[in-house]
Every structure is written in C-alpha cells, then in structure tokens.
C-alpha cells in the first residue's frame, strides 16, 4: 500500500483503507475520518466509531497510523447491525443539548449536530447529501442517515437510527477515557506502566502510544448504589455527572451511562442509563395528557420485559404501588392491554394493525377516581378515526398487576404495599422536568 513503512500508514492511505474496509457494512463510513474536521491527527488519535486509533510522527514529521488498528477499528464497525426504522431524536430540542459530563470531549457530537442543522441552508444541505462542514462524526457519515420528520406540519424534528445514537455515544465516552488516560500519564511522570486497560503500540521512533481497549473497558456494573435517593438532590451534587459516566448503563448493560434516570412521578433516581435508553424508554409524547404508542414498546413489553420492568420498579413509589407512572401505564393499557381491540386490514401479506395508537387522559394519578384513559386509533387507511376504549386509571393498574405477575413474577414478588423496604415515610413531590421540550412528564 502506497505510504505504508513497518506497519504503518500515512493518513490519506487511512482513509482509503477505512471506506474500503467498511463498504459492506451497515453503517456508512465517510472518506475523509483521518483528514476532516472534526478528526484530529495531531491530538495523538482518531476516532473511528467506538475506537480510538493512535497517530504517531513518522520520520520527516508526517503522521501515520498503524494499519492493524485501522483495521480493527473497522472489524467492529462492521459487526454492528442496524435498523434504519429504530430512530432516536437528535434535534432540535428546546435550549439546545446539555453537557453530558463535567469536561465536554472535543467530540460533542449531540451539540455538532445541532449547530449544523441551526446553520442557513443547512437541513437542506443534510436532504441533499451535501459535502460541507463536519459531515462525519468518528469516520461515521451521520448526513446519509439523518431523517427529517414534520409534525403539525410545521415543526421539523430530525432522528438518526438508535445503533448510530448508540456507537456515537461509545465513541465520546472512549474519546473522554482516553483524555483522561493522557491527563494522568502527563501529571505522573514516574508511572512505568500504563493502566492494564490500555493497550500499548510503538511508533516508528521506538516511543509508545496508548490507545483504550474499546469503549467499555473501564465501565463498572450497576449494583443499586443509588437507590432510595432524590433526584433533585443527588444531581446537583459535585463529580456526579464523571461518577455516572463511570457506570455501564443498567438497562442494556453494553453502553456507557451518560444520565440518571429518575421518576417524574415520585422523584426518586432509578439508575444511571445511556442516552439510547433514555430515550428509548420515553412514550412519543403529542401534548401533557396525550401519548402516541410507538412500535418500539414492543421492545419494552415484550422481547426486553423484565429489563425494563425492573428498570421502573427501581423507584420505591412505584414499586410499592405495583405500577407503572401515568404515561407508561397508559401506554402499556394501549399497546398490551387493549391489543386485541386493535382492527386490522388486509394487506399482500396478511394483516396489518390499523393506523397509530394514541392514548390520552383527563385527570391524573394523584386523583385515580377521576382518572380515565382512552385508548383511539389515529390515521386509520379507511381513513376512521375511532375510539378502541375508556379505562379509569385503578382498572388499568389492577390489569397492569394481573400482567406483571403473569409475566415477570420476580418483579411482582418484590413489588406491593407489603414491600415498604427503602421506602421514606413521607412521601416525596412529583417533579416538573423542564429539561426537554414537551417531556414534563418523563
């Protein structure tokens, strides 16, 4: 290959191997991830998805790369899968992204998204494919998977697949470790050894570089060490943003944690999630009292159950009530509950669920006599509009009981009045989220 001498590769011969590398996988890469804003060779790395690759100074002060870590990078790029349907969205919100930890990475691919969507012309830019501006993040081609979405025909949204939310997030958390690495490595000078999750790789001068061993390499487990404790306080404590940081997500358990969930009904943090599963775990919200049920609930109440189950009974509120908060219970009396109500068509194939399911409410939980659900379908093919059914909120909790035993019984034995363990004798204020626009209830 041309520029390559002893297993090293200049960075233009880099960002050919990288395209090459990575042609048949599911994810698009971006020709220019050596060359390109943001990457930056002379930082001592690039980011190529969730990998750091280490750059060196070869004889005559050009900078290189090894070729084995170039391809390494794109190994794990490739084996990640992808559904372009699955999206998760990434703008704009109201305020703009907040800092996901104490020291911002240079990375900040939340806030580079955002800026070049604010730019003139720019969603344009983005439908069109244009080359301009950082159009990759971590050698990943973010413009050729942005979808635009229109609501109320006016408000333009825009989403990337939750696997590309996921691999981004991976790539800033190893981009952080990997500063953090460097920070000490300056600070100690007597340090002989590198951390034993940092591999080790020579340049062409004999000198040694460093590079983490992947993006959860130093990532610890959660095991409930914040439970029982107030949102409202435990966020506004010092380092908690670099402590969470340090936790794997307790949902998926894969990827970095980047916020503390918390209950917005009793204000208690459930634990420490990815950016992914926040949002994953989020009703698509249409107004306060008004939820559209999105496919992905099929994840949440059906292939992921239990994860998800005993994500929400991590609150002591709700597990003592043997429930769900309002817009999740509503959701599952829609998706779950009132399954069967659900008319369908005559599709090639079969049948097809009848348009999208909305649930809305008038009152709330903290009155559950006057609390009722209904349960509609919207964007019915035939073009009806029709209300599938009315459930007051203590019959759609018994139901949700009845299910929760039936289907993670490990869950409900550790739910229910008689399991006040943890659970403070007064009980705690609902809190007003105004974090996100229109997510007050989440």
Request: with cysteine.
């Amino acid at each position: 290959m041309p520029g390559r001498t002893d297993g090293l590769i200049t960075l233009g011969a880099a960002n050919a191997l990288w395209v090459d590398l990575t042609a048949d996988g599911a994810v698009p890469t971006a020709s220019g991830a050596f060359t390109c804003s943001p990457a930056h060779a002379r930082g001592g790395y690039v980011l190529l998805g969730g990998h750091a690759v280490a750059t060196v100074r070869a004889s005559g002060g050009q900078w290189s790369v090894r070729e084995v870590e170039v391809r390494r990078a794109a190994a794990e790029l490739n084996a990640v899968g992808m559904d372009r349907r699955d999206l998760v969205r990434v703008g704009p919100f109201r305020g703009g992204p907040r800092r996901m930890h104490n020291e911002e990475t240079p990375l900040r691919w939340r806030r580079r998204i955002t800026e070049a969507l604010q730019e003139p012309g720019g969603p344009e830019r983005a439908a069109r494919r244009e080359v301009g501006g950082p159009y990759h993040l971590a050698g990943v081609d973010w413009w050729q998977m942005l979808v635009e979405q229109t609501r109320d025909g006016a408000q333009r949204t825009w989403w990337l697949p939750r696997a590309v939310v996921r691999l981004l997030d991976a790539a800033e958390h190893t981009e952080t470790q990997w500063l953090h690495a460097a920070r000490t490595r300056q600070a100690s000078a007597a340090v002989t050894e590198p951390p034993s999750h940092l591999r080790q790789a020579q340049d062409a001068d004999g000198r040694q570089t460093t590079s983490p061993q992947g993006p959860n390499a130093s990532l610890r487990p959660y095991n409930r060490e914040l439970d029982g404790q107030l949102y409202s306080v435990l966020s506004r404590k010092p380092g908690i943003s670099r402590r969470v940081a340090g936790w794997a997500c307790a949902v998926c358990r894969t990827a970095p944690a980047a916020v503390l969930d918390h209950c917005h009904e009793h204000g208690y943090v459930r634990a420490p999630v990815c950016q992914s599963c926040n949002t994953q775990e989020r009703p698509d919200h249409l107004y306060s009292n008004d939820i559209r049920v999105a496919n992905r609930y099929t994840r949440l109440f059906h292939t992921d159950t239990d994860d998800w189950l005993r994500h929400w009974h991590r609150c002591p509120g709700c597990r003592a009530r043997t429930t769900l908060p309002l817009p999740h219970l509503a959701a599952w009396t829609a998706h779950t509950a009132c399954r069967s109500l659900r008319p369908t068509h005559q599709v090639p194939r079969g049948r097809k669920p009848c348009g999208v399911l909305r649930v809305s409410w008038t009152g709330s939980q903290q009155a559950p006599r006057s609390c009722l659900l209904t349960v509609a379908v919207d964007s019915c093919p035939s073009g009806e509009h029709r209300i599938l059914a009315q459930v007051p909120y203590r019959e759609a909790a018994e139901r949700f009981r009845v299910w929760l035993a039936e289907t993670a019984p490990a869950v409900a034995a550790a739910a229910g009045p008689d399991r006040l363990d943890g659970l403070p004798a007064q009980s705690r204020p609902v809190i007003a989220d105004t974090s996100g626009e229109g997510l007050a209830l989440f």
